[in-house]
């Protein structure tokens, strides 16, 4: 099914160098309409590097990036989220003095362009906080929403990452490690709600847990010393020989 | 739990945070308290709104969106000098419109500023900041021809209030005066803080990482914020140059960057009210001190602030607001 559906986000021959160090090698990825997508590979792989890139958060040496079709390579990072590109972080980078409704408001207004208006009371734009509200209770964090987000279990932090990704509406949502620091049990939870997310959302997501990878994931990219060693349906990967090598140690960089 | 507790409770709880609080009205019902029980002590009275208003323009950058200055006294000093100039050189001494000018003018240098503002982080924003205000020190001091130097700008006359009040010799004129306007840029600064825009700057402050991964063009907010507090501080300037009818190089010195920074980690900052009540704590002290010890008053103002930073870190008003709002 995913072959029918249009490419949302296209990487072509990304390549990036921190000095004499490449971080990044040729990555050519396609990501379709409501695809979801796990990006593994040891610890170095590039993984982060590559969201970076892709956010805009670096600026590739050389390669390009489509967003929708549309050539995203130049854009400065906002102006890609509000084209439709988000991403969560592996440190939890969030507002600690706001709470959670605020925060989240904070984003739909950036999104509909009403974060500037400094005559009006934010208690009155009822659309954003209706949406915000609506968000966090998807996210199971409707209870916590008008606490500080400093004072809310380590385990809501890591929705409150995805609430506020979410709230720009994207086309394509990129998951840096969103379990990353929450116990096994939590994860599974956080999983599926990931999983839950809008069908139309193309999702990318870095994981080390292979069996949350295996449960999610439809498709996986396997980047090896900043080169993609495979990309395969999770079947094919579970049995690839190579990847297996991988990740018993020995590097298939050599 | 019901469900309409639920779905009502995100408003209602962000419609309480912009809610005047009874604090509020009683606190300005006690800004009449001086014409009655120390009408002798109005000149200062005036003195600490006009400091109040610049400390409130310093609290919406320094305590909403994060940039720390120590050269926010380029803006109090355009202002003061703004109206000083369309006085003594042009004749001008009409208040109200002077003091929109006085604002203009030091909005529009900080609308400059801003570009060079939203650029540097940290110590380098610090640097930055006090570099501006160095350089309009000096650049007043070079135009003796102009400003009068070191002697100050002299011939300075302000007309009467709407053509009726005069400014009287115990300064009731001058209080009111400076009390209404601070009053009007308080709900200025009241309604940019409960704002989107309000809750955007917090976001800066809070994260500044995260502002363009939710799609959000910060630099932009914080240049708006920027220009508005660099008007604030040149109508505070303003009303300085109107109450005292003299303009001279200290309204644009180092040392008033510094106090209007002191005065709002005193009072607590990101509050509005806490560059008041530091405003206040920080003049009456000098009044008291100074005529106890008239060199040495700021060995008082250091401990003072070393106090305050150590055990009350969000400051005066920061430390007792705690007990209220654990009620609430």
Redesign the interface.
């Known amino acids: 099914m995913g072959q029918t559906q249009p490419i949302m986000l296209k990487t072509n021959a990304l390549r990036k160098s921190f000095g004499a160090l490449q971080v990044s090698r040729d990555v050519s990825l396609a990501l379709p309409r409501g695809c979801r997508y796990a990006l593994i590979g040891p610890n170095g792989a590039g993984k982060t590097t590559l969201i970076n890139l892709i956010t805009g958060q670096l600026k590739p040496d050389s390669g390009t990036i489509e967003l929708d079709g549309e050539d995203i390579t130049a854009t400065p990072a906002a102006a890609r989220v509000r084209k439709g590109l988000a991403r969560t972080f592996q440190i939890n980078t969030l507002f600690p003095e706001l709470t959670p409704i605020e925060a989240v408001t904070l984003v739909v207004s950036e999104r509909e362009a009403v974060a500037g208006q400094f005559w009006r009371r934010l208690s009155t734009q009822t659309e954003a906080i209706d949406e915000a509200f609506e968000i966090l209770t998807r996210l199971r964090l409707a209870d916590v929403a008008t606490r500080p987000t400093r004072t809310l279990a380590y385990g809501q932090q890591r929705l409150l990452e995805i609430a506020l990704a979410l709230a720009t509406r994207p086309k394509v949502l990129l998951l840096d490690e969103p379990a990353a620091g929450v116990p096994k049990d939590e994860s599974a939870m956080l999983f599926s709600v990931i999983a839950g997310l809008p069908e139309d959302i193309s999702v990318l997501f870095i994981e080390h847990d292979m069996n949350i990878v295996f449960r999610f994931a439809t498709r996986i990219i396997v980047l090896v010393s900043g080169g993609v060693l495979v990309e395969d349906t999770t079947a094919n990967i579970r049995t690839d020989a190579r990847v297996r090598d991988v990740y018993l140690g020995h590097g298939a960089h050599g | 739990m019901t469900t309409l507790n639920?779905?009502t409770?995100?408003?209602t709880?962000?419609?309480r945070?912009?809610r005047w609080s009874w604090f509020e009205v009683a606190f300005w019902m006690a800004t009449l308290l001086p014409f009655f029980l120390f009408p002798t002590y109005l000149t200062l009275a005036s003195q600490i709104a006009i400091a109040a208003l610049f400390a409130i323009s310093v609290d919406l950058i320094l305590g909403y969106a994060g940039i720390v200055t120590l050269g926010h006294a380029l803006f109090f000093g355009l202002g003061a000098y703004s109206v000083g100039l369309l006085s003594a050189r042009l004749g001008w001494g009409e208040p109200i419109s002077s003091l929109a000018f006085a604002g203009l003018v030091a909005g529009l240098v900080g609308f400059v500023a801003s570009y060079l503002i939203v650029r540097v982080q940290h110590l380098a924003l610090i640097m930055v900041t006090l570099g501006l205000g160095f350089l309009g020190y000096e650049l007043a001091n070079a135009m003796t021809w102009l400003t009068g130097g070191t002697d100050g700008l002299r011939g300075v006359s302000t007309w009467q209030i709407f053509g009726t009040f005069r400014f009287d010799l115990w300064g009731y004129t001058a209080y009111t005066y400076s009390l209404v306007v601070l009053f009007l840029g308080l709900l200025v600064s009241r309604?940019?803080v409960?704002?989107?825009?309000?809750?955007?700057l917090?976001?800066i402050r809070?994260?500044v990482?995260?502002?363009?991964?939710?799609?959000?063009?910060?630099s932009?907010?914080l240049r708006?914020i920027y220009t508005?507090s660099a008007a604030l501080a040149g109508i505070a300037g303003g009303l300085l140059t109107q109450t005292t009818n003299t303009v001279g190089l200290d309204v644009l010195s180092f040392q008033r960057s510094a106090d209007v920074v002191v005065m709002l980690i005193l009072g607590g900052t990101g509050r509005l009210y806490g560059a008041i009540v530091g405003a206040i704590i920080f003049l009456v002290a000098r009044d008291q001190l100074a005529g106890v010890n008239p060199q040495y008053w700021y060995f008082w103002i250091g401990l003072l602030l070393m106090l305050v930073v150590l055990f009350m870190p969000k400051g005066i008003l920061g430390f007792f607001a705690r007990f209220v709002e654990r009620r609430g």
């Open positions: 639920r779905t409770a995100p408003h709880w962000l419609a945070q912009s309604t940019i409960n704002s989107s825009f309000g809750l955007a917090r976001g809070e994260n990482k995260r502002m363009p991964a939710i799609g959000s063009d910060h932009w907010h708006k508005i």
